[in-house]
């Protein structure tokens, strides 16, 4: 078999296989449950109520995309350079931490404190991930497995700190650090409702890469260095600097996910800040096709199946890790349609 | 216990060879994939459904080595997986191997909780037992460091044996090399890059597997979650500090072992009571990134890794 | 070679062989045969069929009508390895060789069956070795084929179909990296393999070596056969008509005028990388219109030199002015700046970013400049407005500036490439391969471009390995060898046989 470039895919292949996949998801989805020996159905109801069923499992939805939004941010802007970013993880984390040094340790006024943890977190995150830019820019060190290093690198450093200087003196032995000052802590975006101001953020960050990637010079740089390193190097483009600046902004992107974790949610600094928010920004990023603003949209699906999936399993015998292979299967099969539209293949 | 004691004991060496046997599998696996120009980043999640896996059918009454025929398998299945998507329709191979991993790790999860929906405390299997081979165990240092490991130690060492003899010196192994190097080079004498390299990708995803396996069958005897937390992502490191070739990546999965058994003994001495012990843990993913720096030089990639093949482009 | 052929007894029939891809017919009916001892040459443009028609052979596509006879036995369509076992082996122009392995691997490689234990490297190498010594190709069994030369590796690529027995050789554009010398080193092995009854199919475009060594030719145009001739019934005219279809007017420019020069080199040196050498205290100079041919075999330093006028790479010594001025910083940005429009080699990976449209690779080497961008921004209206003025004026045949350049041909890409350059008012101009691949038609048009800028004042460097197109082109000649450049040769000062002989290194040391 070849694969044949195709000039006009036409609607029915280019709708029809993203929803063909999305199907194939639901149909893996049934096997799981009745593997568990739930009614798939009633599986796959339960999950949907308990995403989108209430105004409460709405909001815990778009709480739970908020940080997915911007580790999904962070991946789509990176792998639009070819930078495999795998690291997102340790940049939320350092993020995070950042976010409660400055908050904790300074004893700003919350409207100083704010802005300055979000900065500092920014910068964390955008630092974590310039250490393997460079060494791939300069040694040639493939980013992936460095990036994927520092994550366990991040958790363990984070741990320590957590054991030892940072830890919470009134935290009854827990690893975790003091709690932000109230004032120091992102406010409700509507009064009464269980949604912060993160969220708001995540939504004007995917605006802003929205613009970055389609209206800017450094968007165009980008995209060309991503697509093709050595026609980008010829036309002038200077592709080492564009992977420095792309790395700092998508650090920069992960470590607000661990901003807005603590100061929206948490409160302080924990070893469980994230359930692996990091390593699910890659799907979200995929599911999205690196579209800033499908991040958005892609975020909340995925969240939803998280938030739905962990409601289902309290109510149904069916393991909340359903919600993995969901979503690990809906990324395969998306690819591989989102391919076949551009690509039929051929035999002989 | 300072660290000329630690050298000289046989039990730190007998520690790093076990160590390094769960990383010589999945290392030699990882090799075959990338000679054959594909990058599994799927090693990670594949060295849990290995391990699980294993576990799960020794737990569930079958004898030993048919819970390494077992994971095994469950590894070849999702090398299958890995190598359709990557090697015929070409896609990402980051992105699949990625995904492979979450899919590998969460269907490991969502079977363990299938399984023993109630246990909060991992069940034990009766693992493999170190092997008596009668006096050469009593050699002194040597003796116990070398012939007192367990039967799947000794395989490990036979497949990198054996990797290194069908790359060298076997027709499918020159084919195997050719493929990672120039795919033109193997299409145009007749043979089936495609077949080569999903072969490659199915057969290294065993291996990765089996390693694994090791971790519950060998090392400990219970599965937990985050068991394999990053073997596979240094099992990645150290082949290319192998330079791609067999025998140097048993060399440095060895000497990382050692770190690695060094690391755990210093932490009983007075330094442990200094320095925190994530310090120690921190170890082995330094030394892997350190290893990558070290090699960045030098390295001698196959040609092709990561470059799909498509006939209709030549 | 008209002597000493055999009774006519027909190794190779192909017959009706037709191959469409969507609206594109590529084989039309295609039937011929190959006589035992005979050399055939299969003639046609780039796009006329030829690749198409060897996949088909060797199984690599499926016919969609027609069949293939070896030796009078139908071959079964899609399968790899049957030409090969059928003794049909190909000596590809791009060299199916793997770098990382030695020369008795590559041969032997996919020689044996997979699931064997040992190669048996003693009796292979013996059998190569006699190879070699039989059909004068010199060669180290043990050497890596990554560090041997282009003429050595197609010598391991002959080896490799001889040692599988192959008793019908087919060579596709086997001269176009040889000099003239190496080229009749291997036409010499050419006779002694007819000699012992093989027979050869030879693809080419260059007429006057398929006068000197084809018995018959076979024409193909537009996916047809449109000729079938015996060499000695017919001439180069003759042949060139039926290949394009028409008389073939080669651009005669007329004289040129040469100005001051505005880029020159003196003593520059690059750091060499892998295989190919670096350049070597080189001393150059391009005036304005005049257009500077570059011959040379390729991979003897043409590459360093495009690198250095693109901007890649900076010199390591000596000094390079530019407009009369001293370059110091040397990037593809310095060298835009300095107004230098530059064709690369490779337009797929070079020269475009093939999931770029048309208007984004219109604008890559000035994005930043107004009025594509202010501030950072990019005006797409002015970028697109842009993209269609090159569409207009080069005559780039596309659905539309929004188009994928991917989906374009190779033609048509080269002409957005093209109009890039020149639209941007280059005062030197680096060509380097700009008809490699092209049809005719577009090969015309960008050449006559070529000069026209040199009229205009351009100073223009012609880097070809086809000794034809520099002959043509050039009002002055360097021979480029392992990195050295040999002295100016004037327009029609040296005959191709003594350029061959710089070409191959020979007269440097006495330049020296």
Redesign the interface.
């Known amino acids: 078999m070849r694969l044949e470039p195709i000039a006009n895919p036409g609607l029915a292949r280019s709708a029809g296989l993203p929803a063909a996949a999305i199907a194939l998801t639901v149909v893996v989805a049934s096997l799981l449950a009745l593997l568990a020996g739930a009614d798939p159905l009633a599986t796959l109801g339960l999950i949907l109520k308990g995403a989108a069923g209430s105004k409460f499992a709405l909001l815990e939805t778009l709480n739970r995309a908020t940080p997915l939004i911007f580790t999904g941010l962070a991946v789509a802007v990176a792998f639009r350079a070819k930078l495999w970013n795998i690291g997102a993880e340790a940049q939320l984390y350092a993020g995070a931490l950042l976010t409660v040094l400055v908050g904790t340790q300074l004893g700003l006024p919350g409207p100083v404190a704010l802005p300055l943890m979000a900065l500092a977190a920014i910068l964390a995150g955008a630092l974590t991930l310039l250490g393997p830019v460079l060494l791939k820019t300069r040694l040639g060190v493939d980013e992936v497995v460095t990036t994927l290093l520092l994550n366990f690198i991040m958790l363990l450093f984070i741990s320590m700190l957590l054991e030892g200087p940072l830890k919470d003196p009134l935290g009854m032995g827990w690893p975790k650090s003091e709690a932000l000052p109230r004032d120091a802590r992102l406010p409700r975006i509507v009064d009464g409702l269980r949604l912060h101001w993160g969220f708001g953020l995540a939504l004007i960050c995917a605006l802003g890469t929205w613009v970055i990637q389609t209206r800017t010079t450094l968007g165009y740089e980008i995209r060309a260095t991503g697509l093709n390193l050595q026609g980008a190097r010829f036309a002038g483009i200077p592709v080492n600097a564009v992977m420095v600046k792309t790395a700092l902004i998508s650090g920069g992107l992960a470590a607000l996910a661990g901003f807005s974790e603590v100061a929206g949610l948490k409160g302080n600094l924990t070893l469980d800040i994230s359930p692996g928010f990091g390593y699910t920004g890659i799907i979200v990023a995929m599911l999205a096709m690196l579209n800033p603003l499908g991040v958005v949209v892609s975020a909340i699906f995925v969240a939803g199946i998280f938030v739905g999936a962990d409601s289902m399993s309290r109510a149904a015998e069916v393991p909340t890790y359903i919600a993995d292979i969901l979503l690990a299967t809906a990324l395969l099969f998306m690819v591989l349609a989102i391919m076949l539209t551009r690509f039929r293949v051929v035999r002989g | 216990m300072d660290l000329i004691d630690i050298l000289l004991s046989a039990s730190f060496w007998a520690a790093v060879i076990r160590i390094a046997s769960p990383l010589i599998f999945a290392t030699m696996g990882e090799l075959i994939c990338e000679r054959a120009g594909v990058l599994n ?1 799927g090693i990670e999640g594949i060295m849990v459904a290995g391990a699980f896996a294993g576990w799960v059918a020794v737990y569930a009454g079958l004898p030993l080595w048919w819970g390494v025929a077992v994971a095994m398998l469950v590894g070849m299945a999702f090398g299958l ?1 890995h190598g359709v ?1 990557t090697v ?5 191979q ?3 191997g ?3 991993t ?2 590998a ?3 490991a ?2 079977a363990y ?2 399984a023993l ?1 109630e246990v909060t405390t991992p069940p034990r299997i009766e693992p493999f037992q170190p092997l008596d081979m009668g006096w050469l165990t009593d050699i002194p240092v040597v003796g116990q460091a070398l012939f007192g490991q367990t039967a799947l130690t000794y395989l490990a060492l036979l497949v990198a044996l054996a990797t290194g003899l069908v790359l060298y ?4 192994g ?2 195997l ?2 493929a990672g ?2 795919p ?9 890059v495609t077949g080569i390299r999903i072969g490659a990708v199915v057969v290294g995803s065993g291996l990765m597997a089996v390693g694994g396996a090791f971790l519950t069958m060998s090392a400990f005897s219970s599965f937990f979650f985050e068991m394999v ?2 073997r596979g ?2 099992c ?2 150290l082949v ?1 500090f192998g330079a791609w070739a067999p025998g140097k990546a048993v060399l440095g999965a060895l000497l990382f072992a050692g770190f690695d058994a060094l690391q755990i003994r210093l932490q009983q001495t007075g330094l442990g009571a200094v320095v ?1 012990y ?2 120690f ?2 170890v082995p ?2 030394l ?2 350190l290893a ?2 070290l090699m ?2 030098r ?2 990639v ?2 092709a890794l990561m470059t799909p093949y ?3 482009e ?1 | 070679m008209g002597e000493g052929r055999q009774a006519q007894e027909v190794v190779l029939r192909l017959d009706g062989i037709t191959k469409r891809f969507g609206a594109l017919t590529a084989n039309d009916g295609i039937g011929f045969s190959l006589a035992k001892g005979e050399v055939l040459a299969l003639l046609g443009e780039n796009g006329a069929g030829k690749t198409t028609l060897m996949n088909i052979l060797f199984g690599h596509y499926t016919a969609d009508e027609g069949r293939v006879e070896v030796f009078g036995r139908p071959l079964p369509p899609g399968q790899p390895g049957a030409a090969l076992a059928a003794g049909v082996g190909m000596v590809h122009q791009h060299f199916t060789l793997a770098d990382n392995m030695t020369v008795l691997e590559n041969i032997l490689l996919g020689t044996e069956p997979l699931w064997k234990l040992g190669l048996g490297r003693g009796a292979a190498r013996a059998r190569v070795e006699r190879l070699s010594h039989d059909f004068g190709l010199a060669v180290h069994p043990d050497a890596k084929v990554g560090s041997l030369s282009v003429g050595e590796r197609q010598r391991v690529e002959i080896l490799k179909a001889l040692y599988r027995d192959a008793r019908i050789l087919i060579l596709d554009e086997p001269t176009a990296v040889l000099t003239p010398q190496e080229a009749e080193a291997l036409f010499a092995t050419l006779r002694k393999a007819l000699a012992q009854g093989l027979s050869v199919i030879f693809i080419s475009h260059k007429l006057h070596e398929v006068m000197a060594i084809a018995h018959r030719v076979v024409v193909l145009r537009h996916g047809r056969l449109v000729g079938e001739v015996a060499t000695a019934d017919t001439d180069r005219h003759r042949l060139a008509e039926m290949m394009v279809g028409a008389e073939i007017a080669a651009p005669a420019p007329r004289e040129a005028v040469p100005g001051p020069a505005l880029l020159s080199l003196r003593g520059v040196s690059t750091a060499g990388e892998g295989n190919s050498p670096g350049l070597r205290a080189l001393d150059l100079d391009l005036r304005a219109g005049q257009i500077t041919g570059l011959a040379g075999v390729s991979g003897n330093g043409q590459g360093a030199l495009a690198e250095l006028l693109s901007g890649l790479v900076a010199p390591i010594s000596g000094e390079m002015r530019v407009a009369d001025r001293p370059v110091a910083r040397w990037t593809p940005r310095e060298a835009l700046a300095a107004r230098i429009g530059r064709i690369p080699e490779d337009r797929h990976r070079t020269g475009t970013i093939a999931d770029f449209t048309l208007t984004e690779n219109a604008v890559l080497e000035s994005y930043r400049d107004e009025p594509f961008a202010r501030t950072g921004l990019m005006d797409w209206t002015a970028a697109r407005g842009h993209a269609e003025r090159i569409i207009q004026r080069y005559d780039v045949r596309c659905p539309g500036p929004e188009t994928r350049i991917r989906l374009l041909s190779g033609g048509n890409m080269q002409k957005l490439i093209l109009g890039r350059a020149l639209e941007a008012e280059p005062r030197i101009i680096l060509a380097n391969q700009p008809v490699r691949g092209l049809d005719i038609g577009a090969v015309t048009y960008v050449q006559e471009r070529l000069i026209a800028a040199r009229d205009e004042g351009a100073a223009v460097l012609l880097i070809s390995e086809d000794l034809d197109e520099i002959l043509a082109l050039s009002d002055v000649i360097r021979v480029i060898s392992d990195g050295r450049l040999s002295p100016e040769f004037p327009r029609g000062s040296k005959t191709p046989a003594e350029l061959g002989q710089w070409m191959a290194g020979q007269g440097f040391d006495h330049a020296a």
């Open positions: 980043l997986v998507l015929p329709f070409g896609l990402s980051h992105v699949v990625l995904g492979i979450m899919l790790t969460a269907a999860y969502y909780r299938i929906p010196r076997t027709p499918l020159l084919a090399r050719a190097e120039n033109s080079a193997v299409e145009a004498q007749g043979l089936s937390n990053g992502w240094i990645i490191a290319v925190p994530q310090v843990l921190m993913y330094i892997s990134i990558l720096v960045s030089r390295a001698e196959p040609a498509n006939r209709g030549r």
